[in-house]
């Protein structure tokens, strides 16, 4: 790949969602960022991995800053809050890839990345990782074919990762795990049919066990986190699209408008409507 200019940034973003629900890219990119470029701090909605082909910055979650140089990779985890930043005397260009899914959690599991291990150092496969990332690049498209092909390239990379993993014993999971599992298929599935028999399903315990350990872990249930999850997001696209009511309860998983209003203005206090006449004017963006 050619020197990139100081400041270029390529992005490519997924603008029409193919009902790819196993796993699915969401934005693709690269970027030669210039002397103390920053990003956050922020929440994805989304996995979104960064590979570092040069230069250095730091990179901060869950806590904890890392340094990081060219060869490491790092992993933001979906609604967890991040920040990055480029050094000032060496900026690092880093190449990226985001994706969700229903399977993209189970994927992540089976690599050395984890919640307590967002960083990876030194890849001895690092040209293997670019090689992948940029041909998910340069599938980049909005049609179902392009999804397919983009998707094809991202199990490719994920299966670099996983096969390159040291963790080849897993431990029997805890609580904190499953509940992590059902918070990341939360994520990926939110905005289809989803009932807390699916989730504990898919996290492999019981719909009690899994009200339990919610119940001791968050101070919630699984339904009362799923619900908030999905209000949360309708308040976003209240405020940021102009979609009707009914069309935001179902992007968001409700099949019934009249049950979304009733749990969104027991969440918030007003009705979906009050709360899109309340929003402050939209300001431009810097």
Not at 92 to 102: D, I, K, P
Request: charged share 20%; hydrophobic share 35%; aromatic share 12%.
């Amino acid at each position: 790949m050619s020197e990139l200019p100081m400041g270029f940034k390529q992005s490519n973003k997924v603008s029409e969602k193919q009902n790819m629900i196993s796993l699915s890219v969401y934005n693709v990119g690269r970027q030669k960022c210039t002397p103390g470029y920053k990003w956050g701090p922020g929440v994805r909605d989304h996995f979104l991995i960064h590979y570092i082909s040069s230069g250095s910055g730091t990179y901060t979650a869950a806590g904890h800053t890392f340094r990081l140089h060219s060869g490491d990779m790092f992993l933001a985890m979906p609604e967890t809050e991040i920040f990055y930043q480029a050094d000032e005397s060496d900026p690092w260009t880093y190449e990226w890839v985001g994706f969700a899914g229903a399977d993209a959690a189970a994927l992540v599991s089976r690599t050395d990345f984890s919640s307590s291990q967002l960083v990876l150092r030194q890849l001895p496969y690092g040209a293997e990782v670019r090689k992948h990332l940029r041909r998910i690049d340069e599938a980049f498209g909005n049609t179902f074919c392009d999804a397919v092909r983009m998707t094809g390239e991202l199990y490719l990379l994920l299966g670099i990762l996983i096969s390159n993993a040291t963790r080849q014993v897993r431990l029997p999971a805890t609580a904190e795990d499953n509940i992590s599992r059902a918070i990341e298929y939360i994520a990926s599935r939110y905005s289809y049919s989803l009932t807390i028999g699916d989730i504990a399903s898919y996290v492999g315990v019981s719909r009690s066990t899994l009200f339990r350990e919610f119940r001791e872990g968050m101070n919630i249930s699984p339904k009362e986190y799923l619900d908030r999850y999905r209000i949360r997001r309708a308040c976003l696209l209240l405020k940021d699209t102009n979609l009707t009511i009914a069309s935001v309860a179902a992007s968001v998983g409700y099949d019934n408008g009249l049950y979304f209003s009733k749990a969104f203005r027991r969440m918030t206090g007003m009705t979906p409507s009050d709360f899109r006449n309340q929003r402050a004017p939209a300001h431009g963006s810097g």
